[in-house]
């Protein structure tokens, strides 16, 4: 199996959120957003867009998905860091 590596999504709109539920799937994804409202969301596992298959996705699999507002703790360590914020 291949080893897991801590990837950072900057953003947790719809791209952001889809491309962090998919590699959370198998490596460890840290979220960063300004929002607390969506970090609070991400941290229990909801979506923080409408989405069905997201959502079905954080309620049924197993994932190393966490969110937070410290740009410290998300940028440290990460392999890859994937800017997904609005243009």
Do not use: W
Not at 4 to 29: C, E, F, N, P, W
Not at 55 to 74: G, R
């Amino acid at each position: 199996m291949a080893e897991r590596i801590k990837v950072t999504v900057v953003g947790s709109g719809y791209v952001g959120m889809s491309l962090a539920v998919l590699l959370a799937q198998h490596h460890d994804v840290i979220m960063l957003d300004i929002d607390a409202e969506r970090v609070g969301k991400i941290n229990n596992k909801q979506s923080t867009v409408a989405d069905t298959e997201i959502e079905l996705t954080l309620a049924e699999k197993p994932l190393s998905l966490a969110a937070t507002l410290d740009k410290q703790e998300a940028y440290e360590g990460a392999s890859f860091i994937i800017v997904a914020t609005p243009t």
